[in-house]
């Protein structure tokens, strides 16, 4: 099990490295994710 480190951008920000998913088909991706500093709808409208 890998510990979830989160990276502080500014701005309240907050990146999560190295995210990995397995596809149906076998194939694995590794992506980026980052996250705004408040809940709710984004882009806000």
Known sequence: MTETRLVDCGNGVRL????????????EVV???YYPPEPG???PY
């Open 16 to 27: 999560e490295r190295g995210v990995r998913c397995r596809l149906s088909d076998g194939v």
């Open 41 to 43: 709808p984004h882009p």
């Open 31 to 33: 992506s980026d994710h």
